[in-house]
């Protein structure tokens, strides 16, 4: 094997090994045992049944808007909004638990429907705004996820706020029938990994096997001849942005159905930033996603437990993987960097052979 | 000043742009530089102008060795490049626009700025009002506002890429007068890129020619046209005989239709295209035939008139309406329009069957795909992306994602980036299509190609289609005249 084809089958340990040591620096810069953080990281993601319930119940939200994202990714589309979608689908959620009284049985499938309701429309504002207005989705997408958080906070002080009077932190808890079963006391239900997984299949499926995903995969790569091919960019545009709305609207119902048991401040808690950075790592590739999206909330969750332990300030663990994601992109792919570079396109004018 | 080109070169991968041009251009003169699309001349003048770097050869100003990294560079030097689009950027004020490119002060003197703009734009006769914005500018306007700021920077060899598209005749007269006194009065050098025969004619002291990548020819102009074409487009080796078929009914029906651009505007056009017939667009870019096969193909709507299709019309169908009539539509730029870079084959011939189902059915498509692949000679498996394959194969893939049958195919430049042998096979499948009554339109650069594969020919210049001519009744000196505006 030579040496540049071996360097890069190993290539994509680089950044992941350059993050670490970024830490350790980091973590011996502030006089800390980088050894002992770890551990309390790792103690604090495993060392319990409840913790480790507690990151998979954190995991579920982020997957399901990862897996939301796939779809917009893929029909080359930048859906920033979608922190407001998991937004939009809480509220969509808690109107429901809030309003309706019936048996778990009908009340559930009810906020679910009315969460992934809630977030592709709330999607499909910012494809309408792309399409017919031109605006960016990333500028429309910014504005709505401000609208959505300002909506939520409006809620809590004033609509729904607890009968005992406003706290403005959140809504009284839901009544016991809206809430998602929860095993062993934790925060996470059996039913919200079912229907992540069934959406990751149907993903999974509909990206490579459907005509619909195809063409959101040639809307992406070259949406001009995309349309001269005979695809809709505005129809796809659309519908697009509205399946990762539901997905991620799905993510928010996870988020007060079972994470709290009631509708707060900043509900979605940035899973929709987070489920970004997750995608830009899995660099379009589905099957990495559940394991990207395992190892941040295991990150994240351990976290808790290392500033509890060492005096090191939780937010340790956000920056571990937001300086991972800036490597990978940075030098993640071997063929991409300076030294290796690869001839300028040929322009169009010249086109002879 | 003196500019010397030295056996310059410039490739992109396997492409030749400029394989070795050396070119004099000597002070006080105009120079017109000719050539058809991707002939090179484009590449040359970035080169000179500092906006791409050669790969070998050498450039030489009055006489001594120079290099450039930016335009920044070039004009400082001298030389300064008139683009086809004004480079300048719209929300601004002439006069911020002309400080951006000039002053380096922190703050910048906008009243010397002022009394230099006023003195340049009255010296040329140019009428601009500086205190407008540039959005509300004429493309003429924005032209004589670059050329002022270039010459206010110091260009003593001035480049003017297509400078008269989309300008008006009475602009036009005003830059070919300006253009004549910094040649003659004020002893610089002009250098016109255009495919316009007729405006070299008329403006210029010497002709360059350049084909493929290569000079192949200069002569001091006024001269006969029929010269310059032949150096433009050289000679091909004969062709496949094209077989006759009989022609049935009115496949196409065009009446008073006008397209109108922010470019160009084209007014009166009127064709019938009968079923099995071939029709050529000839002309050079840019007058109006493009705009017309877009409009066949609903890509842009006309202002007026309309478009019939056997017995339906088509005049408001959008393109993929169009298309599920059973029109076929093949645009000039592969990777850019048409082909998917990354997509497999297999995913294009999916994307652009007409048939479509929810899910794909992998098998029986790539069956069908290596039938198109091998019955199109394309070279590459179904399983190879768009972007792998050579510019011919792509070219080859275009055609063979065109469906059957089809009523109307419309084509730019379908046989471009192909040898003369694959271009004989593809007409050869074509011809094959007329026999179920397909009318073809298609638009060529080569007066050749057009000669010999079109029934009749529709000729446009200046936005008109000027004259529709038989095929069989014309020649390209006829031609050559006829895309030059003589009629």
Same mark, same amino acid.
């Given at each position: 094997? &030579? ?10 340990l ?51 808007? &990862? ?37 778990? %049985? ?15 429309l ?27 958080i300002?909506?939520?906070n %409006? ?12 706290s ?20 996470? &239900?059996?039913?919200?990994l ?6 990751l ?18 809307l ?45 401040? &900043? ?26 999206a ?42 991409k ?17 | 000043?003196?500019? =010397? ?16 041009? @050396? ?6 003169? +105009? ?11 484009s590449?040359?003048?970035? +080169? ?9 050869? =050498? ?42 490119g ?13 009394? =230099?703009? +006023? ?15 540039i ?29 008269? @598209? ?20 004020e ?8 495919h316009?025969?007729?405006e ?18 200069? @002569? ?19 062709r ?6 009989s ?6 029906s ?25 029709? /050529? ?27 019939q299709?056997?017995?339906?019309d ?53 069956? =069908? ?8 000679q ?6 190879? @992306? ?13 055609f ?84 030059? /505006?003589?009629?």
């Amino acid at each position: 094997m &030579s040496r540049s084809s071996w360097l890069e089958r190993i290539w994509p340990l680089v950044p992941v090994v350059a993050a670490l040591l970024f830490v350790v620096f980091l973590l011996l810069g502030f006089g800390a045992e980088p050894g002992t953080a770890l551990s309390a990281i790792i103690d604090g993601a495993f060392g319990s049944t409840d913790k480790v319930l507690s990151v998979t119940a954190f995991w579920i939200p982020l997957l399901l808007a &990862s897996i939301g994202l796939m779809v917009t990714f893929t029909a080359g589309l930048w859906n920033i909004g979608i922190e407001g979608q998991l937004a939009m689908g809480a509220i969509g959620a808690s109107a429901v638990a809030l309003n309706v009284n019936a048996p778990p %049985y009908i009340l559930i499938p009810l906020e679910i429907l009315a969460a992934m309701a809630a977030g592709a429309l709330w999607a499909a504002i910012g494809g309408v705004l792309k399409t017919r207005g031109k605006v960016h989705e990333i500028f429309s997408g910014l504005a709505l996820t401000n609208l959505a958080i300002i909506l939520t906070n %409006y809620l809590i002080s004033g609509p729904w706020q607890p009968p005992e009077g406003g706290s403005f932190r959140g809504t009284a808890p839901f009544q016991d029938a809206a809430l998602f079963p929860r095993l062993l006391e934790s925060r996470f &239900s059996p039913l919200t990994l079912i229907l992540t997984l069934i959406a990751l299949a149907v993903v999974a499926v509909m990206l490579s096997n459907t005509f619909w995903g195809l063409k959101l995969k040639a809307l992406g790569k070259n949406p001009k001849s995309a349309f001269l091919l005979g695809v809709s960019s505005e129809r796809e545009t659309i519908y697009a942005m509205m399946f990762c709305g539901a997905l991620a609207g799905l993510g928010g119902a996870v988020r007060v159905l079972s994470w709290f048991d009631s509708l707060r401040q &900043s509900i979605s808690g940035g899973i929709g930033f987070l489920a970004l950075l997750v995608v830009m790592l899995a660099a379009y590739r589905l099957l990495w996603v559940p394991f990207i999206a395992f190892f941040f909330s295991a990150v994240l969750n351990g976290s808790i437990t290392l500033q509890l332990r060492t005096q090191l300030h939780s937010s340790l663990g956000g920056i571990l993987t937001g300086v991972l994601v800036l490597f990978v992109l940075l030098f993640g792919e071997y063929k991409k960097l300076g030294f290796r570079r690869e001839p300028p396109e040929t322009p169009a004018e010249v086109s002879h052979e | 000043m003196r500019v =010397e080109l030295n056996e310059i070169r410039k490739y992109f991968g396997p492409v030749k742009a400029n394989d070795g041009i @050396t070119i004099t251009f000597e002070e006080g003169n +105009i120079y017109g530089l000719l050539g058809e699309n991707g002939a090179g001349k484009s590449t040359l003048m970035k +080169i000179l102008s500092g906006f791409q770097p050669f790969d070998s050869g =050498e450039l030489l100003l009055n006489g001594s060795d120079a290099t450039f990294t930016s335009p920044r560079e070039a004009l400082a030097a001298g030389i300064g490049m008139l683009y086809q689009e004004p480079l300048d950027l719209p929300p601004f004020t002439i006069l911020d626009n002309y400080l951006l490119g000039r002053d380096n002060k922190v703050i910048p003197d906008r009243q010397a700025a002022i009394q =230099e703009l +006023i003195e340049l734009t009255q010296r040329y006769n140019f009428d601009v009002d500086i205190k407008a914005h540039i959005d509300s500018l004429s493309v003429g306007e924005r032209q004589q506002l670059e050329l002022v700021r270039l010459l206010a920077g110091g260009a003593e060899v001035l480049i003017l890429d297509e400078p008269t @598209t989309g300008i008006s005749a009475e602009q036009k007269d005003l830059l070919f007068a300006s253009m004549r006194k910094l040649a003659k009065e004020e002893n610089k050098t002009l250098i016109l890129v255009s495919h316009k025969l007729s405006e070299v004619q008329e403006l210029c002291d010497h002709a360059f020619v350049l084909r493929k990548g290569q000079m192949v020819g200069e @002569t001091d102009v006024p001269c006969p046209n029929e010269k310059l074409v032949e150096m433009m487009f050289g000679q091909l080796p004969e062709r496949s005989p094209r077989p006759s078929v009989s022609l049935e009914d009115t496949m196409l029906s065009i009446k008073e239709m006008a397209i109108r651009t922010y470019r160009l505007s084209v007014e009166g056009l009127q064709l019938d295209v009968r079923s099995g017939e071939v029709i /050529g667009l000839a002309g050079l870019e840019g007058s109006g035939q493009g705009l017309f096969l877009k409009a066949c193909a609903g890509l842009l709507r006309p202002a007026k008139g309309s478009i019939q299709l056997a017995d339906k019309d088509i005049t408001n169908h959008s393109y993929h309406a169009t298309l599920a009539e059973g029109v076929g539509y093949l645009a000039a730029g592969r990777l850019e329009e048409g082909l998917v870079a990354g997509l497999t084959l297999t995913e294009h011939m999916i994307l652009g069957a007409l048939e479509r189902k929810f899910m794909i059915d992998w098998e029986s498509s790539r069956e =069908e795909t290596s039938k198109r692949i091998e019955h199109y000679q394309v070279i590459g498996t179904e399983a190879s @992306t768009a972007d792998q394959l050579s510019g011919g194969n792509q070219q080859r893939l275009l055609f063979s994602l065109l469906n059957t049958p089809l009523r109307l195919i419309l084509m730019e430049q379908p046989t471009r980036g192909l040898d003369v042998r694959s271009a004989d096979y593809i007409w050869e499948q074509l011809y094959e299509r007329r026999k179920d009554g397909t009318a073809i339109i298609f638009i060529s650069p080569d007066l050749d190609e057009i000669l010999d594969r079109s029934d009749r020919i529709a000729v446009f210049y200046g936005g008109q289609m000027l004259k529709v001519v038989e095929a069989s009744e014309t020649n390209v000196d006829e031609l050559g005249h006829l895309i030059g /505006g003589e009629l």
